[in-house]
């Protein structure tokens, strides 16, 4: 199946070079499977979000195949590498849409790819899920365009919520250079005081420091900071939360669900004991009270992901994973590819329980997830554990 | 003899022409146009930036941080206070010549390997402030850009755009090939050669450094402006140092000194990747091997090593000492890359290694 | 305060001495050749993943981290015998894109052997914080700094007192005249990438129990490491330690009292500045790349 | 009014003095000779009188202008040009557009004529091409006027250099050693380039350890020595001064015979003596 795609797409891409693809266009029309386009930030500093996203489609399709397919037909899924650069998320897109000729996409890792992308989905009308996290891809709303996972925003005010519960009113931040820890960081600049918090320190590091004890020092010496919060992905927080335990300081530390995965804790370790960060139920599928309604979903795909991979979970494999469902389930009500009645589909999605929560869209909702999707973990013995 | 002499440049260009009329037959899709546009956005800064490597000896690593402030300057103008993209576009222009005319005398007075770094630390500063300064540029989540509008008609839809920047593409190679040509182009060819040997001839040396630098800057600001425009948003990638590397290496890749070994380049080196997106984890790996191979292989770059070989043939067939003699003359009036002249190829950062021929004297 | 500054310049020693070494390899190998290897955050990649992976496959880090170097160093002296050595007279910036062109290709190689993930890997002697004087520094650090310190003076004895060494050094002086006293400038230039190559190994090893590492750590250090050695001043030892410590000094001091958004920004506006009334850096020859 | 007046001109390279409190005159429209041993900075003096180099102290001043410290660029605008012992040809061009980087300080078309190519513009290439071509003419180069520079022999690169020099249509010429690496046949014709050369009116500065050359076609010598004035005037007083011949077998003996051409025009000059 795999190869088969390939050899296909490798005719494909001699195509543009020959630039004699005339034939191939016709060709790639007839062709039966349903066709599922996908651009990830597979690398690049975004990939260990793209990664997981690219598996999970993957693994996912070939199941959904051999079950038998969806409406009698195979999925074909067409996945390119973005790198986390909107400018090839950009020409890749229009690739799916205008060659490829995919009846949806799901995609788009990073905000920045998500958003470079949606002025073409629009006018190609063309379903378009994304599996990135900022709010302003639904907001305001997009006619084609749907996001999976959790927005920053939500992040923040679970986050600032639970700081409320534990009387945390003065915070510092801390962030990375990428397109998640600034728009994290833009929203939650927006919603404190809303929650009666004061940030007072505002510090960043830039992409592959290799330490951040300046930051921390600086902040640690910031008069009354009871708290810190620190927005982002990958090596930027592991090393935060090192240095963190290296200073000695005390007061909680916050993390986004940028690093909602076990990876954080084996780069982090042992100081990552006592972190707090929003995340999917996913991460905790195992210790789920029996009667949650996620639980089942959680734990199967938890056990599906690490078994045939080897490796942890993560939510950004959750999106994926709810991002592919929701098409899949679309498309059977649609009945069809049709792209106007899926994306109708689509927007009627209600009470759908995935891995990231329970989804309720609407015309004016493309998220359709509220606050009680992200659970308030806390790293405990080596572990993520609910905060009770 | 003008006439032999011209035909090369006219022939060239006309073959661009042509090449650029006739490609919409093999483009059945607007994906296609858009590869085609960023090909010709992508020569149109290389074509600048092999006037300032490949004719005037000066390398840069920064050139990106220019294109990134064409396609900021544009997109904010534009986009955030409403200017008429006309206005805005040239108004970045000049703004970004005037920074590289600023800049450019200070850090063109480094040589080689320091020169390179000081253009890269430019690039990084400007990549830095564009994703700092989140309030006016979007930060690294970029902005959207309206469409280019002259008056009531509106630049939408890449058919339009690919006649836009094939024209504009044909223009700037026009505009290269004449300033080669010129005793300016001159100047800066024999600087590269040899500065002193320049100097006592009555050439300024950094003035004419700085004004290829100028030049080159607007090349690539204009061609960001136009990027904006045309992809409707921009993300701090573009201005990013990797860019930079990728934009000498397309000049390098198609051959230094050959403004028409800069257009393969970049068309080379822009169209590699979207054949290679299908390999999927190999990409990258395939990607750098190619890079490799092709520098081994050719060292002079695509363009010049195949010329050289067409032309030693041609030598080979009529092997009448005065007629070959012409055909160089021919050729190496026109670019060096056609011309058999080793020296253009030697880098900025090679006055170490002096031609063979100079160090005879001294031996004597 | 002070207990703050000293954290700072702690902090920055430790950030510098890895510059340091990536530095150095620059230099080693610009003295050979004249070229400035791209690929030389790559061998730093290259140490981390390597000592990562095989200690996950249960070897003790007394094996890893030798075979992890050689490896590196064997990449290098490969890098040099089928990139570097067939291109030989080819222009040096096109010598430059080669190198550009194998660090794209070692890092596929790397994503394509091992993964995209970040890999930790465990402190060579525990991470309880040792705090002096009111500032903290992890016992990793101590090794980067010790390390820094011994291969420094290796270094310098290698090439003060060896033949080998002194044979490198004529090398990079004059070329020709080497060649003319009978030393192998072909082998010169071989050993000076597998040395490299090893140098960067050490520091990508040093340096990823305290940041992580992964494929494509090589980037961003070898980008620093590159501004490190042009500040020093290309092809000097000397130039290339303080350079890095300086630049690892001025990242942390300006992250801690002027602005940690522009912190990088400001490294290279120093850098700018020095290189504008120092032409060839702080310790470059002058005559380096006369006209 | 003497062209060139230079004034107790020094320059100092870390403690070497290579050019020391040198002053001396030159009259135009005549061939002035400039000799002495190796190491006697005469390449120095020439570099100093061309602006690549600055000196460390004295005055150059050339016709009422004053160039002390001047950039070599603006030595050539007023009038002074000078070939190298190291060849300075651009070899990434054709000998032709060589000589014609010659002819920079007379091309008067701006940037911007020059991108758009102006009708102004390749009218004026035009002329700069055959004025070019009339220039390689001259020097003796009209076999190479389509070759590329680096297709060229070593003899007339050398031609290659003057003919760059011409084209700049100086007062004053300075030439570094023209006939050294060139055979006796070569050597020969420059006597007579030389002579056609100040015959148009240009005045020539010869640095040259071809004795049988200079002594051919100078009107006045400056015998150096250590950076320092020896002996200077017309060539007949010059050749017989005894200082002259004592440095140069000094010399001669003191560099073992590496610098064959010194012990040869060592010997000349005795042979001329003794006449």
Same mark, same amino acid.
């Given at each position: ?19 004699? &693809? ?14 599922? =386009? ?29 079950? =038998? ?118 929203? &939650? ?44 992905? =990958? ?154 | ?5 011209? !035909? ?70 534009? !986009? ?76 939408? /839809? ?85 860019? !930079? ?15 028409? /070994? ?66 160089? /003359?021919?050729?190496?009036?026109? !670019? ?25 004297? /001294?031996?004597? | ?64 981290? @030798? ?55 465990? @402190? ?168 | +009014? ?133 220039? +390689? ?14 297709? +060229? ?119 001329? +003596?003794?006449?």
């Amino acid at each position: 199946m795999k190869s088969m795609q390939a050899t296909t797409s490798i005719k494909r891409g001699l195509a543009v070079l020959a630039a004699s &693809c005339v034939l191939f266009a016709g060709a790639a029309v007839a062709q039966e499977p349903i066709k599922i =386009g996908a651009f990830l930030a597979v690398t690049g500093p975004a990939a260990s979000l793209g990664d997981p996203e690219q598996k999970t489609l993957e693994h996912y399709v070939g199941k959904i195949n051999a079950a =038998g397919g969806v409406l009698g037909r195979k999925l074909q899924l067409v996945s390119y590498d973005s790198a986390g650069d909107a400018e090839k998320a950009r020409t890749f897109a229009k690739r799916l849409i205008e060659q490829d000729k995919v009846d949806m996409i799901v995609g788009g890792t990073s905000t920045g790819e998500t958003m470079a992308v949606i002025p073409l989905v629009e006018a190609a009308q063309m379903p378009f899920i994304s599996l990135a996290g900022a709010v302003v891809i639904v907001e305001p709303v997009k006619k084609w365009v749907f996001k999976m996972p959790h927005s920053d925003r939500m992040a923040c005010e679970k986050i600032f919520i639970d700081m409320q519960s534990r009387k945390l009113s003065k915070i510092a931040l801390i962030s990375g250079p990428g397109g998640f820890d600034k728009s994290m960081r833009a929203e &939650c600049l927006k919603l404190n005081k809303q929650y009666g918090i004061d940030v007072v320190a505002d510090e960043t590091y830039g992409g592959g420091d290799t330490d951040m004890t300046a930051q921390l020092t600086k902040i640690k010496n910031t008069a009354g900071v009871q708290a810190v919060l620190n927005p982002g992905f =990958g090596q930027g927080p592991a090393i935060v939360t090192k240095n963190y335990g290296q200073l000695g300081i005390a007061m909680p530390l916050y993390q986004s669900h940028g690093v909602a995965s076990k990876e954080f804790i084996k780069l982090a370790g042992a100081a990552a004991e006592g972190v707090r960060l929003p995340g999917a139920a996913v991460l905790v599928a195992d210790d789920l009270p029996a009667n949650d309604p996620q639980r089942s979903v959680a734990v199967a795909y938890k056990h599906e992901y690490e078994s045939h991979f080897k490796s942890d979970i993560s939510t950004f494999g959750g999106h994926a994973y709810d991002g592919l469902m929701i098409a899949v389930a679309a498309l059977k009500k649609a009945g069809s590819t049709d792209k106007a009645k899926v994306r109708d589909a689509i927007e009627a999605t209600r009470g759908y329980v995935g891995v990231d929560g329970t989804y309720n869209m609407s015309a004016t909702d493309h998220m359709g997830l509220d606050l009680t999707a992200f659970r308030m973990l806390e790293v405990k013995g080596g572990n993520w554990t609910l905060v009770k | 003899m003008l006439a032999r002499l011209a !035909s090369p440049r006219t022939g060239g260009l006309l073959a661009l022409a042509v090449v650029i009329v006739l490609l919409p037959l093999a483009l059945s899709n607007s994906y296609f146009y858009d590869v085609a546009i960023l090909v010709g956005l992508n020569a149109i800064v290389c074509i600048g930036l092999n006037l300032l490597i490949g004719y005037a000896g000066q390398i840069s690593l920064g050139h990106a941080g220019f294109f990134g402030l064409g396609a900021y300057g544009s997109a904010i103008l534009a !986009s955030r206070y409403g200017w008429p993209p006309l206005a805005a576009m040239l108004t970045t222009t000049l703004a970004v010549a005037a920074l590289a005319f600023l800049v450019g005398r200070p850090i063109l007075r480094l040589k080689g390997h320091y020169l390179a770094m000081a253009t890269l630390g430019l690039g990084v500063i400007i990549f830095m402030v564009i994703t700092t300064e989140d309030k006016v540029t979007g930060g690294p989540d970029g902005i959207s850009v309206v469409p280019f509008r002259i008056g009531g008609f509106v630049l939408q /839809g890449e058919r339009i755009w690919y006649w836009v920047v094939g024209a504009l593409l044909l223009v700037a190679v026009w505009l290269a090939l004449n300033l080669i040509e010129s005793p300016a182009g001159r100047a800066l060819r024999a600087l590269h050669s040899s500065e002193v040997g320049a100097e006592v001839v009555g050439i300024n040396a950094a003035n004419h450094k700085v004004m290829v630098f100028v030049i080159s800057a607007v090349f690539a600001s204009i061609a960001g402006s136009l990027a904006a425009h045309y992809s409707g948003f921009v993300t701090p990638g573009k201005v990013a140092f990797l860019h !930079s590397i990728e934009l000498v290496t397309m000049v390098v890749f198609g051959g230094m000194a050959s403004t028409f /070994g800069a257009v393969v380049g970049a068309a080379v080196l822009t169209t590699l990747p979207q054949l290679l997106a299908v390999l999927k984890d190999y990409e990258m790996m395939v990607f750098g091997a190619v890079m490799m191979g092709t520098m081994i292989f050719l060292p002079r770059g695509v363009v010049p090593s195949l010329a050289r070989l067409i032309q030693t043939r041609r030598q080979k067939a009529s092997n009448n000492g005065g007629e070959g003699g012409h055909e160089q /003359g021919a050729g190496a009036s026109h !670019s060096c890359g056609d011309a058999t002249g080793r020296d253009c190829h030697r880098p900025p950062t090679v006055a170490v290694l002096k031609p063979r021929q100079s160090d005879g004297g /001294g031996g004597v | 305060m002070s207990a703050q500054f000293l954290q700072f310049l702690l902090t920055g020693l430790t950030v510098g001495a890895i510059y340091a070494l990536v530095a150095l390899g620059f230099s080693i190998i610009f003295n050979a050749s004249h070229v400035i290897n791209f690929a030389q955050g790559e061998f730093v990649m290259i140490g981390g993943m390597a000592t990562m992976s095989l200690t996950a496959s249960g070897l003790p880090y007394l094996l890893a981290i @030798p075979l992890a170097i050689a490896a590196a160093a064997l990449v290098g002296l490969a890098l040099e015998k089928f990139a570097v050595e067939p291109a030989q007279g080819a222009s040096v910036v096109t010598l430059i894109i080669i190198t550009i062109g194998a660090s794209i290709f070692l890092r596929g190689l790397a994503l394509v052997i091992w993964d995209k993930n970040l890999h930790p890997l465990k @402190p060579f002697t525990g991470d309880t914080p040792i705090a002096i004087a009111g500032a903290t520094i992890l016992p990793q650090s101590l090794w980067v700094l010790g390390v820094a310190l011994a291969i420094v003076l290796a270094l310098s004895w290698f090439f003060g007192r060896t033949l080998l060494g002194k044979a490198m050094l004529a090398t990079s002086h004059n070329r020709l005249a080497a060649q003319l006293i009978g030393i192998n400038v072909r082998m010169v230039l071989f050993l000076s990438f597998g040395l490299s190559a090893a140098l960067g190994a050490v520091a990508g090893i040093l340096v990823a129990p305290i940041t992580t590492t992964s494929f494509d750590v090589g980037v961003m250090l070898g980008l620093k490491g590159f501004a490190a050695a042009i500040l020093g001043g290309l092809g000097s030892g000397v130039g290339a330690v303080v350079g890095g410590l300086v630049l690892g000094i001025v990242e942390t001091m300006s992250a801690g009292y002027l602005s940690s958004a522009y912190k990088d920004a400001i490294a290279f506006v120093i850098i700018l500045a020095v290189l504008f009334f120092m032409p060839s850096g702080l310790f470059g020859n002058r005559g380096g790349e006369r006209v | +009014m003497s062209l060139l007046r230079v004034e107790a001109l020094s320059k100092k390279f870390g403690g070497l003095n290579a050019v020391e409190d040198l002053s001396f005159d030159i009259q135009p429209g005549a061939v002035h000779s400039i000799i002495g041993p190796n190491g006697a900075g005469k390449t120095t003096l020439l570099n100093l009188l061309s602006g690549v180099y600055r000196p460390s102290a004295g005055r150059i001043g050339f016709g009422e202008h004053d160039l002390t410290g001047r950039a070599p660029h603006e030595f050539a605008a007023h009038g002074i040009a000078r070939t190298f012992q190291n060849l300075q040809v651009f070899f990434n061009m054709s000998a032709l557009e060589n000589v014609m980087v010659g002819r920079h300080l007379h091309e008067r078309c701006g940037i911007v004529s020059a991108l758009l190519r102006s009708p102004r513009q390749s009218r004026a290439e035009r002329a700069c091409r055959e004025e070019a071509a009339e220039i +390689m003419r001259f020097v003796g180069l009209h076999n190479y006027l389509s070759a590329a520079a680096d297709a +060229m022999p070593y003899g007339a690169l050398k031609r290659l250099e003057i003919a760059r020099a011409l084209a700049t249509a100086p007062k004053l010429m300075l030439l570094d050693e023209p006939a050294a690496g060139l055979n006796p046949t070569e050597a020969l014709e420059l006597d007579d380039l030389i002579v056609r050369l100040s015959g148009r009116g240009v005045t020539v500065v010869l640095v040259e350890h071809n004795m049988r050359l200079v002594m051919g076609v100078s009107d006045h010598i400056l015998v150096l020595d250590y950076g320092r004035k020896l002996a200077e005037g017309p060539a007949a007083t010059v050749r017989n001064d005894p200082k002259v011949i004592e440095a140069y077998l000094g010399s001669a003996i003191a560099h073992d015979g590496s610098y064959g051409n010194a012990i040869a025009s060592a010997v000349a000059v005795a042979v001329e +003596m003794h006449r």
